[in-house]
């Protein structure tokens, strides 16, 4: 069974940090591109950053310079640092293979003073 479990949303003031992780289980990590999405209230899901088997990455202009994704083939772990965090990242973050087929449950992201 394949399980993608996010974890370390919460409440956090403008120009604060958060570290998202998103554990899986049931795929084999190291062959899947894998992505950060997010859905703020009233909006449409987005693609936030994306990282390839081999490392190569892609963020939304949105994100550029404030996030970084990365992954750690032996934990079959993908990470979101999200840096300078501002209100308009609110949003329910999502992660999510590259083919779409499998995604997490989603952790909440709140930037709020």
């Known amino acids: 069974q394949v399980q993608l479990v996010e974890s370390g949303g919460g409440l956090v003031q403008p120009g604060g940090s958060l570290r998202l992780s998103c554990a899986t289980s049931g795929i084999i990590f190291s062959f899947n591109d894998l992505g950060w999405h997010r859905q703020a209230p009233g909006k449409e899901r987005e693609l936030v950053a994306r990282i390839s088997t081999g490392g190569s990455t892609y963020y939304a202009d949105s994100v550029k310079g404030r996030f970084a994704i990365s992954r750690d083939n032996a934990k079959n772990t993908m990470y979101l640092q999200m840096n300078s965090l501002k209100p308009e990242d609110t949003a329910v973050y999502y992660c999510?293979?590259?083919?779409?087929?499998?995604w997490g449950q989603g952790t909440q992201v709140t930037v709020s003073s």
């Open positions: 999510a293979t590259q083919s779409g087929s499998y």
